[in-house]
């Protein structure tokens, strides 16, 4: 893939951003291309949440946020260097993409040191696989073909997945007294699956959630999930800003959302 540095202002601070060189992404079109971070208005409504949840906060720690299908690294570099929390967990499971995630991360002029990177898909189970399905995206054929159109399902080998609540017990948060704040999941179809597999972290830590939509039956079927497990979940609204809407979940007591 031919790359290139995109250039991002952002409340006086400048970023550089290494992504494809042509827009065939819309990370690049509707974001990078206009010096603005994709989806920079639902960013700044996160940012508003962020910054009143660490005033109400007792604790001397930020929290935690979970950036699960993090694609190049848009959020999570503006994650990292806005809002500062106690450290970013990214999970990407497109090698081309993830290689660019780690290069935004990991560059040297950042700020925010500490991203724990993962190339792995997030789904209900630990140590299972996924695979990209054919014919939806083939990124050796085409290299410079839209990376976020690539979809994935569930195969006996491939690509391998995790838990949030295995990486919440493997990294012990718990026991450090950590608080995950935050999940945003922009997963290709698996954000049941997501949720699924972080029943305990939902139920322990009540983060507010930013999840993909893709149809209508997915908010069903968000729903349904909050609603099974009694989980005390409602959907605040929707943060839609040139892409797929994301809709915004939080725990009804959560007194931090931006009115």
């Given at each position: 893939?031919?790359?290139?540095?995109?250039?991002?202002?952002?409340?006086?601070?400048?970023?550089?951003?290494?992504?494809?060189?042509?827009?065939?992404?819309?990370?690049?079109?509707?974001?990078?291309?206009?010096?603005?971070?994709?989806?920079?208005?639902?960013?700044?409504?996160?940012?508003?949440?962020?910054?009143?949840?660490?005033?109400?906060?007792?604790?001397?720690?930020?929290?935690?946020?979970?950036?699960?299908?993090?694609?190049?690294?848009?959020?999570?570099?503006?994650?990292?260097?806005?809002?500062?929390?106690?450290?970013?967990?990214s999970f990407e499971p497109?090698?081309?993409?993830?290689?660019l995630l780690k290069q935004?991360?990991?560059?040297?002029?950042?700020?925010?040191?500490?991203?724990?990177?993962?190339?792995?898909?997030?789904?209900?189970?630990?140590?299972?696989?996924?695979?990209?399905?054919?014919?939806?995206?083939?990124?050796?054929?085409?290299?410079?073909?839209?990376?976020?159109?690539?979809?994935?399902?569930?195969?006996?080998?491939?690509?391998?997945?995790?838990?949030?609540?295995?990486?919440?017990?493997?990294?012990d948060i718990d026991s450090?007294?950590?608080?995950?704040?935050?999940?945003?999941?922009?997963?290709?179809?698996?954000?049941?699956?997501?949720?699924?597999?972080?029943?305990?972290?939902?139920?322990?830590?009540?983060?507010?959630?930013?999840?993909?939509?893709?149809?209508?039956?997915?908010?069903?079927?968000?729903?349904?999930?909050?609603?099974?497990?009694?989980?005390?979940?409602?959907?605040?609204?929707?943060?839609?800003?040139?892409?797929?809407?994301?809709?915004?979940?939080?725990?009804?007591?959560?007194?931090?959302?931006?009115?």
């Open positions: 893939m031919k790359t290139a540095e995109w250039n991002i202002n952002y409340d006086g601070q400048s970023y550089t951003m290494i992504g494809p060189g042509s827009q065939n992404d819309s990370i690049i079109s509707l974001g990078w291309e206009h010096g603005e971070f994709y989806e920079e208005e639902a960013l700044k409504w996160i940012e508003m949440y962020w910054m009143k949840k660490k005033k109400a906060s007792d604790s001397s720690e930020n929290g935690i946020i979970f950036d699960c299908g993090a694609h190049f690294g848009n959020h999570s570099v503006f994650f990292g260097e806005v809002l500062k929390p106690c450290r970013v967990l497109s090698l081309t993409s993830f290689k935004n991360c990991q560059a040297k002029e950042r700020q925010f040191k500490n991203y724990d990177l993962f190339q792995a898909g997030i789904s209900d189970k630990n140590g299972t696989f996924i695979k990209r399905i054919e014919g939806r995206h083939d990124e050796d054929a085409n290299p410079d073909s839209h990376l976020a159109q690539a979809k994935y399902e569930e195969s006996s080998s491939g690509i391998l997945t995790t838990t949030i609540d295995h990486q919440k017990n493997e990294l450090k007294n950590e608080k995950i704040w935050l999940i945003k999941a922009d997963v290709e179809g698996f954000e049941l699956k997501l949720l699924e597999g972080a029943l305990d972290t939902l139920w322990v830590h009540s983060p507010l959630l930013i999840l993909e939509a893709h149809t209508h039956s997915d908010m069903i079927s968000y729903d349904k999930f909050f609603e099974t497990y009694n989980l005390p979940y409602q959907k605040i609204t929707n943060i839609k800003n040139g892409g797929v809407p994301m809709y915004v979940y939080a725990v009804e007591k959560d007194s931090c959302l931006p009115v």
